[in-house]
């Protein structure tokens, strides 16, 4: 009984600590990254296109899937003040966390639009959003979209006006590189490494990286 107490009063604080809300403004990073406040937070159950990701209609007609998704999206929640649920942590530091904005479930209001897709690797509570969605051919359904394969592929390709590179270093800062810069020609991105494409110095500096110092 001691050692069950022990373990109890151990891992409590914890357990609240997880359980805590994590509110404030929304600055939309790309479509499933948001800052909520000051913390990092990857919206739980759905998975949307990279910024920079091009995509393709059933017509093969290339168009920028991953900046038109991301713009919808800040137009619809950035700003707004979001109550989120932490749900897990992933590799890159990241708070799972199921959102609400007034109230509505974001995940799931994404999803139903086609703004998203349900993350199904980790999660079915958005299935059912999902298939109404691809039956209407809503936004992202109307095309050849699969951002999961984007990732694993393992390098982004420069898309669109959104030419700034982040990078991330050997020590793990956060760096962006513009056209013209000594080593712009030279930085790759991999997505599997967290790194991205901005569409503006702007916005990198809002998403917490730094200009190259050349």
Known sequence: MLRFCLAFVLFAPSLAIAAD??????????????????????????????LGQNCETNDDTAWVCGNLV?????RRFHGKSAQCTPLDRDRYGRVVARCRVIGRDVGR????????????????????????????????????????????????????PCRIKGNISSAGERIYHAPGQKHYSKTRISLSREERWFCSEAEAAAAGWRKAAR
């Not at 403004?25 to 296109?49: C, E, K, Q, S």
């Not at 509570?125 to 394969?149: I, K, T």
């Open 70 to 74: 991301t713009q919808e999206v800040r």
């Open 21 to 50: 809300l994590v509110e404030g403004p929304v600055n939309v990073i790309d479509a499933d990254t948001w800052y909520v406040g000051d913390v990092r937070v990857r919206l739980h159950g759905i998975d949307a296109p990279e």
């Open 109 to 160: 209001e994404l999803v139903r639009h086609g703004l998203a897709f349900a993350y199904r690797k980790y999660s079915t509570d958005y299935a059912p959003e999902e298939a109404l969605a691809a039956s209407e051919r809503a936004g992202l359904h109307s095309a050849h979209v699969q951002p999961w394969v984007h990732r694993a592929s393992g390098t982004a390709q420069l898309s669109g």
